[in-house]
């Protein structure tokens, strides 16, 4: 069976919502963060060394990153349901749009939270983290018009990926500025994986 050790209020939320999709038995090792530093517990570092979530194991492998994990599941056990056919240009869309999320995408709206978490005046960071929101917020949502999902208008493993950065839109109250990310937003929420993973986010928060 699959572990994954999950870290409350973090990006390994999608990796719930993606053992759903692929309809895979797994167990949830729920790790709280501090409660003043907001930081992982020490704990984590016994799975590995950056102390960082989410990880699995898998057949005695321990895989980290979530760009790694979600190929590594889905090239493994849901390469039909889950991504375009290897080799059509769709596959490559797929992989620009699941790595998109922890590369590009993720660090300016990171930025914006610390330095919001932060509080103090800064002479470059700010401004830079709400310029480079916007172009890559702004490039997202143009590429969503018309669209319902990111490639082959189905459910794919970029569309997990990408969610955590429709949840930070939302946290950010931007979704009034970019239509089409809310409305992608909506629409990814109505998937019973990730409600199923929501649900169990909450469940180990209250825990």
Not at 80 to 92: C, D, F, H, I
């Amino acid at each position: 069976m699959i572990k994954l050790h999950h870290l409350n209020q973090s990006r390994s939320k999608r990796i719930i919502w993606l053992l759903e999709a692929l309809e895979l038995d797994y167990e949830i090792i729920p790790y709280q963060r501090d409660t003043e530093t907001f930081l992982a517990p020490p704990e984590l570092k016994t799975i590995h060394p950056l102390g960082k979530a989410p990880v699995i194991e898998d057949a005695g492998q321990v895989i980290t990153e979530s760009g790694a994990i979600t190929e590594y599941l889905i090239d493994k056990y849901g390469a039909e349901t889950l991504a375009p056919k290897r080799g059509t240009q769709a596959y490559t869309e797929y992989l620009q749009w699941l790595h998109f999320a922890e590369s590009s995408a993720i660090l300016p709206l990171l930025l914006k939270m610390f330095v919001a978490k932060d509080g103090a005046k800064m002479n470059f960071l700010a401004d830079y983290a709400d310029a480079e929101t916007m172009k890559i917020l702004s490039y997202f949502n143009d590429y969503l018009a018309g669209k319902s999902y990111l490639v082959e208008a189905r459910l794919t493993g970029a569309d997990i990926m990408m969610s955590f950065i429709v949840e930070l839109v939302q946290m950010y109250g931007l979704g009034k500025q970019f239509p089409n990310i809310q409305h992608y937003g909506e629409m990814l929420s109505a998937h019973p994986g990730y409600q199923r993973a929501n649900a169990l986010e909450q469940q180990y928060n209250a825990g």
